[in-house]
């Protein structure tokens, strides 16, 4: 039972423009939802989160949308730089972490 | 600095062995985690542990096994009834549910195991 969904496996934008990546979620007890950057061969790196009480939560380029009533949130960067290009995972926290499957964001230049 | 430390970086174990993957922080977490990452499925989560001597199974526990004897150790076994063992494990650690706020997890660098 996937219980944090993120449909697209790849997104792909022109320098400075917006990223949007987008995330689903199914369990109404997540209290907490975060996003994390992660480079190959490496381990996930934090980027930003979200309390389940807010609906959008801004630091600097990036800036995390959350939409309860649809279990839903998404990632929006700008502008893109081409330094972003990774895989995004969208996670979301209760007593343990669950994550979704990945988005790998690629910033042309 | 504090971090987590995973060994080895890379692993590779015959069939029907045993392997221990080992996950050490120094930033006085109470939690940590294991998770499995293989390509279009994300991570996910092997097992946890909240507080020393205590552990859960996650999603994929099969397999596997761990123990928790000390706060700055999570050791993860991919035992021979792991069908499909050959992955990039991740060792993760947080505050714990005690602690209120995001729980950030900070990951390890990752061990990839080949099965031949």
């Known amino acids: 039972d996937q219980q944090v969904k993120q449909n697209s496996p790849s997104l792909s934008v022109q320098e400075g423009r917006i990223s949007i990546l987008n995330c689903d979620y199914t369990n109404s007890m997540f209290d907490y939802f975060l996003w994390y950057k992660k480079y190959p061969a490496e381990g996930p790196t934090f980027l930003i989160s979200i309390s389940s009480i807010k609906d959008k939560n801004e630091d600097g380029r990036f800036t995390v949308f959350l939409n309860k009533s649809a279990k839903h949130l998404s990632l929006h960067i700008v502008p893109s730089q081409p330094g972003d290009s990774a895989v995004y995972f969208c996670?979301?926290?209760?007593?343990?972490?669950?994550f979704g499957a990945g988005t790998r964001l690629t910033v042309k230049p | 600095d504090g971090g987590i430390t995973q060994s080895p970086k890379y692993l590779f174990r015959k069939e029907g062995q045993n392997v221990t993957l080992s996950c050490e922080q120094n930033?006085?977490?109470?939690?940590m985690y294991w998770y499995r990452q293989d390509p279009g499925q994300g991570l996910r989560l092997i097992y946890y542990s909240q507080i020393v001597n205590d552990f859960q199974k996650g999603d994929i526990a099969e397999g596997y096994s761990v123990s928790r004897e000390k706060k700055e150790s999570f050791p993860l076994t991919v035992t021979s009834a792991q069908k499909n063992p050959t992955a990039f494990y991740l060792c993760a650690s947080n505050a714990g549910h005690i602690v209120r706020g995001a729980n950030v997890l900070t990951f390890g660098a990752g061990s990839r195991l080949t099965v031949l």
């Open positions: 930033l006085n977490h109470d939690a």
């Open positions: 996670a979301a926290s209760a007593r343990d972490m669950r």
